[in-house]
């Protein structure tokens, strides 16, 4: 078994995949790992149900997949700044039985 010679190449991850790392970390929230992983399948999730939209009339839904993204992460953006791990804990924590 021969070794395996190489080089990283900077185009290797080109703007869409910087793109889609930067809208992971955000939809997950920023400022820890374990809201950059739940970006990650948030993303993930988003994408393949967006993409999978059906056609209204000759307008392919499915087809503008970037546009449905763009337009959650806004809302996320402007909802819930903290991210949807943001969201979580918020939720979370209204669910507790308050103690006094």
Do not use: C, Y
Request: glycine share 14%; charged share 15%.
């Amino acid at each position: 078994m021969g070794a395996q010679t190489g080089f990283v190449n900077p185009e290797l991850m080109g703007f869409h995949m910087s793109a889609h790392a930067i809208m992971m970390v955000i939809l997950g929230g920023m400022g820890n790992f374990a809201g950059a992983i739940l970006g990650a399948f948030a993303f993930e999730f988003l994408l393949d149900e967006f993409k999978g939209l059906p056609a209204i009339g000759k307008f392919e839904t499915g087809k503008h997949w970037q546009l449905w993204m763009g337009l959650f992460i806004v809302l996320v953006v402007a909802f819930a700044p903290r991210g949807l791990l943001g969201l979580l804990e918020r939720v979370l924590r209204r669910k507790e039985p308050h103690r006094d």
